[in-house]
C-alpha cells in the first residue's frame, strides 16, 4: 500500500456528476444543429414495397430526409470478430445496412432518417413518412429459428444459422464418461434475453467542417478510437486522420456503447451532404428497441459426478441468437468468451460444448456486462449445486472438492484449463470459506428448519466464479476471430510546472478512472493527488486506445501507464544526476525526489521536470521534455474469481422472493481503491440479481416487443436489493505491474445463479428443481402450485 | 391476442343486426371514430382516434363484415393502420335471443397488433377492448330505444 494506493480515495469525478456539471453529449449545442428522427419498422420482419417522403418533406423545419434508397444504404457497420463453422466454413457475415434496404429484419429497424431544425420538427415529420410494408413471418426464438422451414432472416442463405462452433475435449469422449459416470445431472433452460438500460440513451452529435475537410462525431460510446477505426476504415471509408471522436462523459455503458451503431456512421455520412451538425439522442423506447441486447441463450447441459462428488464430465449444447445481423463482438460472445470459461473453479477433467448462433428476427444481442462468462456462471453452478442436492451432498462441500489447488502462476505454472485458457493464479477454497463464514452457513440449515416448521419458506444458493479479464493478448484474441488487436495506450504528460497530465485510451463510464488512475500516479511518482489530471475520451488526444469493457481498464490501460511512468523515472533519474553531480545508479527515487544515497543531496520531481523544459544546463545527448507514451499488450487474460452467496425468503402464498442478505467474497487481485471497487461490486450484484428476478426481453409470436418500457421490464430498485456484505482476498495478477485482475464485471457474474440456487433451495423440499428466469413471483407461484398437485 | 365477451341488449335480434349494420348507426355509436365512409357493401374505411394508456394514436383503414347469416351471425375483420402501431383483427359476433325483447351478443376472435401499440400497451390492451366494446354497445341500446 502506498500512499494513495489502497486507500478508498473519494471519487474527483463525482463532483461533477453529483452538481450536474458533467458533460453529456446530449448536452452538447454546436451552432446551426440539427436534429433527426428515425422512421422505424413496426414488423419484425417485412417488403418495404414504397416510402413515400413528400408529405414530410414539405414539414416546417424540415433540412432533409434519406433513406436506404440514397447513397447511404450502400454502406454498412462490420463485425469486428469472427467465428467460423465447425467446419472450417467462413461465418456469415451480411450487411448491417445504416438504413433498410427493401427488407427490414427487426422490429426498430430504421427505414428513415428525418433531419430538421428542432427535435419537434424532426419528430413530426417522420410521422409523415408513408412506408407501404408486407409483413412477412419472423422468428425470435434462436432454437426455434434452427427449425425446419423457420421464416428465414436472410434469404440468401439456407438456414439461419450465422455460424456453429465447438470447444473442449472430444464430444464421443465427453459423451462416455457421462454414461459411465455415477450420477448426471442434466438441466434445460433459457439463459433470457436482457436489455441493458444505461441511465443515458445512446446519443450522437455528427459534425463535418467543410473548409478543414474534417469530421466530429460526438458520441456516447466506450471506446472512441475503435469507433473511429470501424467507421472510417470499415463502414464508410473515409480518411481517419480526418475523424475526430469524442466521447466526454457517457452514463453508463455495460457493453451497450462498445459496439459501433449504424446511426454514427449515418450521420456521420449525413452531416457532409446537409453541411451542418446533427444531433440524435435515443429515447428509453428507442433504447429498448436498437440497443445490442445481452444474453438469450437456450442451454441443453449435463453435468457427470463419481460417487465421491468430483465432476467427472461436462456436456452442453446452446443457441444462442445473433439478432438480426452481426454487431461489433456479437460472435465472441457466446464462444470465446463463454465455453473457454466452462472449467470454472473446478478440476472436471472432461469439457465439450456445441453451440449453434442463429440469426433472429430481432435486435442484434452482443456483449452485456460479463458478456458470456455470467451465461457460462449460471451454467456450471445450477449444475453442481442441482448435481450435490441430487445426490444428497452439501453444496459448499461439493465445490471444495472440485476445487483446482491454489498456484500463483510465479512459483508454480498457471492453471491449463481444458477449454483454451490458462488461468494466471488462483486461490480459491479461501474465497468460498470466508463467503460462507460471513453467512453463518452452518447455523442457517437449523434456521431454514425451524422457519419452515412455522411456514416459512427460507432458502441460501451458493455460486462461485472465475472470469476471464482485461480483455487483451492481441496475438491470443487474433488467433481467436478477434479483428483488431487488444493492448492499450498511456501517455505521461509531466509538465513544465511538474504537474501531470495522463491521457489514456481507456475509457471512464462510470467506473472511476480519473480517481483510481490518478491514484496509481501519483503514488508512484510521489506527488500529490492533485496535480494529476486524467483525460480520456478523445481521439486527437490520446495517442490510441481500445476503450473499456471486458474490466479491462486497469490491467491493461493502468499498466499502460505505469510503462510511460516507468520511462518518465528513467529519463529524470538523468537529468536528476546531471543536477546533483552524482551517477543515475547512485540515487534512489522516494516521496517526489531523487537523492544521492547515503546524502542529503536531492532533486525534486518539479526541478526535474522544469529543467526538462528550460534545458539551459542539461545533460549532453539528452532529449528536452518530459513526455512518454507507451503501448501495453499483456501476457493473458486475467482470472479473478470470488463466491456469492444469497439467502432468501419465499412468500408461500404469492411467491414473491425477498432477498433477506447478499454476501461476497471477491478476488479482484490487487486493489487500487477498495470503495470503488465495492461500489462496481454492488452494482454488479444488482445487475446479476435483476437478471435472476425481475428482466427479461419477451418478443412475441410475431417478433413484436412486449416488454419495451418500464411498466413490463422490470430493472431492480432499491428495494428489491439487501445491504450487500462484501469481503475480499488478494491473489495477485502475476503477469501485469499492478498484480490486478479487474472488478467491472465480477457481481454481475457471480450473482445470478447464487439468486436462483438460493430460491431453488427454498423450494426443493416440495420437489422444485428449476424455475424459470425471471423468477417472478408468478413463475415461482406457478411452480410451487403445479409442485402441490 | 385473443378478445371475447358479450353484452345484453335489451331489443330483439333483428333490431340489432338492422343497427349494428348501418353505417350511420356505426359511425355514431363506435368510440373514437372519427369518419366511416362506405367503399363497397359491407365494406368500409374508417379513421378513429384511439387512446391506450400512454399511447394515443389516429387509426385509418378498412373493415369489412362478412359471413353474414341474417339476424345470427358475422364476421368484422378489421385492418387498422396508425403512426404508433398496427391492429388486424377477426370478430366472430354472435346474436343469442334470450327472450323477445333481449339479446345477447357474444363476440369472440384474435388481434395481432404491432409496434408501439404492442410494446407498450399490451399490458393494457385487454382492459381497453372491454371499455370501448362496452361504450360500444351501451351506445347501441342508446341508438335502439331512440
Known sequence: MGKFIGKSIKRKEDVRFLTGKGKYTDDIKLPGMTHAAFVRSPYAHAKINNINTAEALKAEGVVAIFTGQDECGNYGVPCGWQVNFKNGETMREPQQPLLAKGVVRYLGEAVAIVIAETLEQARDAAELVEVDYEELPAVTNPKEAMKEGAPLVHDEWPDNAAFDWCIGNDRAEVEKALENAHHVTELEYVNQRLAPNAIEPRSYIADYNAADDKWTLYTSTQNPHLIRLLLCAFALGIPEHKVRVVSYDVGGGFGSKIFHYTQEALLTWATKQIGRPIKWTADRSEAFLTDAHGRDHVVKAKMGFDKEGKIVALLADEYCAMGAYLSTFAPAIPTYLHGTLFQGLYTTPLIHLDVTAPFTHTVPVDAYRGAGRPEATYLLERLIETGAKEMGMDPAEIRFKNFIPPFDGVNQPGYQTQVALQYDSGNYAPVLKRALEMAGYEDFRKEQEEARKQGKLLGIGISTYIEACGIAPSAVVGALGARAGLYEAGEVRVQPTGKVSIYTGAHAHGQGHETTFAQIVADKLGIALEDVEIIHGDSERSAFGMGTYGSRSLAVGGSAIVKSIEKVLEKGAKIAAHKLEAAVEDLDYADGKWTVKGTDKSVSFGDVALTAYVPHDYPEGLEPGLDFSSFYDPANF???????????????????????????????????????????????????????????????????????????????????????????????????????????????????????????????????????????????????????? | MKITGEHLIEAPPEKVWQNILDPRVLEKITPGIKSLEELAPDHYKAVSEIKMGPVKGQFEGEFTIKDKTENKSCKIVLDQKSKIGNALAEINLELIPVSDTQTKVHYTGDARISGMLARMGQRLIGGVVKTLSKQFFEALQKEIEQ
Open chain 1, 638 to 789: 486475467t482470472y479473478p474469481f470470488g463466491a456469492h452467496i444469497a439467502i432468501v425468503e419465499v412468500c408461500p402464498d404469492t411467491g414473491k422472493v425477498t432477498l433477506k442478505r447478499f454476501i461476497t467474497c471477491d478476488d479482484v487481485g490487487n486493489v487500487i481503491n477498495p470503495m470503488i471497487v465495492d461500489g462496481q461490486v454492488h452494482g454488479g450484484v444488482v445487475q446479476g440479481i435483476g437478471q435472476a428476478l425481475l428482466e427479461g426481453v419477451v418478443y412475441d409470436e410475431n417478433g413484436q416487443m412486449i416488454s419495451g418500457s418500464y411498466m413490463d421490464y422490470a430493472m431492480p430498485r432499491a428495494d428489491d436489493v439487501p445491504m450487500i456484505e462484501t469481503d475480499r482476498t488478494v491473489t495477485p495478477c502475476p503477469h501485469n505491474p499492478l498484480g490486478v485482475k479487474g472488478a467491472g464485471e465480477a457481481g454481475t457474474i457471480g450473482s445470478t445463479p447464487a439468486v436462483v440456487n438460493a430460491v431453488v433451495d427454498a423450494l426443493w423440499h416440495l420437489g422444485i428443481r428449476d424455475i424459470p428466469m425471471p423468477l417472478t413471483p408468478a413463475r415461482v407461484w406457478e411452480a410451487m402450485n403445479a409442485a402441490k398437485a
